[in-house]
């Protein structure tokens, strides 16, 4: 039987109010688990988890776009995030920067066209002994030069390739 | 490595403080932490044992303890490192206020860019459930049930602020409220909450099973105990690092290696930036109140840019609720900008500086009182700097 994204989707918002329950305060946590397996919170979903929770989907879109790492727009499979605050700042970011910039041929804020690699600004993560330091989803790159930025975008093409070829769902598992 | 010298978590011995804590009554326990002089180590410092009090003897049918882990202020990252080096540690703080307070619920607020941290806190968790340190009757007390479960961050710097974290917890946007009340009385679900650092909770279990007395053996008579300083920039050393209350900045950055600094943001972006002619001055409670972020900047340094970078972290993270600081942020960062081309008249840096004052008096919340606070030091102790720029780059 053909099953649709919105199928799908709603069936994954199911199984994690399902998980976290149907509180208020269950938003959150539904909210990033919806991101992290679709890298996007799309309309449709803000309006399911809004039916579900029994509150307006205008709740739900005002903590969307809040919060930096909840996404109305479409996210890449790999999100970077750059720290651009200050000790980071002074050990070199924007030479990571520009070499970022010209690997993935994005500027910061946009998504490559394969929709492989998202390219953002971070704001402190937390390394400043260790910066230039930034995120690849979860994943925290400290001392990072110019010259290692190649390396650590190609282990990204590596995992993605390990996976399962694009599904019709958009994602890897 | 990013520990640099002798840590006092290091010598916990995980379970001690517990054992001593479930040995007293729950007043006892709160009597020995207020003895310690143990005050919050986010930065804050308000007195732990009185907020202890204060949630024990509020009336609510849910009490929870709340450990803030959303370390997110420029400079700080000594939380990451207590919390990968002696989860227990915390934990059992968490457990320890927890039984002081009659909550049967802890929650570690943990901020998403440190996502990589919570599959081994997971495991250190389960592994206390095992151990009976967390669940049912913690050990073998009857009557006494706390566990702890993990909540992760957003990306969201404000919801280090206590009222923020807690609209954050129950799926709200992480805007401040009005305090009073306070999250003692009125926090999680309306239900009295105890919001600590995570570094104050750790240092609640070493009181707990080092005793008080101890703790006063180290810092100045009014701020007692050690402090976790994270000390990042133009520094041979960077790291945490462990002193007691009441060292000089000059005996912190000799240690550091940063004897030839210029200036030093003690506090991150929301601190205050010394010049020189100030690191004879005490990190403490009477001084120079800090979470721990020690920023040094060496002798080449552009102040106005070190500004002009918190000033765009504070643009960028204001939550947009309350107007000072909405637009205050903004024009202080156009004005840093002007200054840095050198295109700004004295009498407009006046403006800037009247504005800053303002933000400091008007703003909701810690975030816009103190987002300021860089821009006015900079602009008083590094005036030679800041006025009649020609810096043809930056025009």
Known sequence: MLTTQQDTLTRDIGRLIEEHGTSRSALIPVLQGIQERYHTISDFAMQTVADKLGIHPVEVYGVVTFYAFLNEGYHGRFVIRLCRTISCDMAGKEAVARQLRNDLGVDFGQTTRDGRFTLEWANCIGMCDQGPAMLVNDQVFTQVTPEKVHDILVACQKVFSAHAPETGEGHAQ | ??????????????????????????????????????????????????????????????????????????????????????????????????????????????????????????????????????????????????????????????????????????????????????????????????????????????????????????????????????????????????????????????????????????????????????????????????????????????????????????????????????????RLLEGVRLLRQGRCSTAYLKDLCALGETMRMASKCGLGQSSPNVFLSVVKNFRSEVLGRTSPEHA
């Open chain 2, 1 to 330: 490595m990013t520990i640099r010298n002798a840590m006092t978590l290091a010598s916990v011995e995980p379970g001690v403080g517990l054992a001593a804590a479930l040995k007293k009554d729950r007043a006892g326990v709160i009597a020995e932490i207020r003895d310690s002089g143990l005050k919050g180590r986010g930065g804050a410092g308000f007195a732990t044992g009185i907020k202890w009090n204060l949630a024990a003897a509020a009336r609510g049918e849910r009490k929870y303890i709340i450990c803030n882990a959303d370390e997110g202020e420029p400079g700080t990252f000594k939380d990451r490192v207590i919390l990968s080096e002696w989860p227990d540690i915390v934990f059992e703080g968490m457990t320890i206020a927890g039984y002081a307070i009659g909550a049967a619920e802890g929650i570690l607020y943990l901020r998403g860019e440190y996502t990589y941290l919570r599959k081994q806190l997971e495991r250190c968790l389960a592994k206390r459930r095992d151990a009976k340190l967390l669940g049912t009757a913690v050990c073998g007390r009857q009557g006494f049930d706390f566990d702890i479960r993990i909540r992760m961050g957003c990306g969201a710097y404000v919801c280090g602020e206590e009222t923020a974290l807690i609209e954050s917890l129950e799926g709200h946007r992480g805007e401040a409220r009005n305090r009073p009340p306070f999250p003692v009385n009125t926090g999680f679900n309306g239900m009295p909450t105890v919001v600590n650092n995570v570094e104050t909770l750790a240092f609640a279990a070493a009181i707990l099973a080092k005793g008080a007395a101890w703790f006063k053996t180290l810092g100045t008579g009014k701020t007692t105990g050690p402090k976790m300083l994270s000390i990042s920039g133009d520094v041979a050393r960077p790291g945490v690092y462990e002193f007691p209350m009441g060292v000089t900045v000059a005996d912190v950055l000799k240690v550091a290696g940063g004897e030839n600094a210029k200036a030093v943001a003690v506090g991150g972006a929301s601190g205050y930036c010394l010049p020189a002619s100030e690191f004879n001055r005490v990190i403490g409670y009477e001084d120079l109140a800090t979470g721990g972020s020690i920023i040094v900047f060496g002798p080449g340094r552009d102040m106005l840019a070190a500004a002009e970078n918190f000033l765009e972290f504070f643009t960028d993270e204001s939550c947009g609720q309350c107007t000072p600081c909405r637009y205050g942020n903004p």
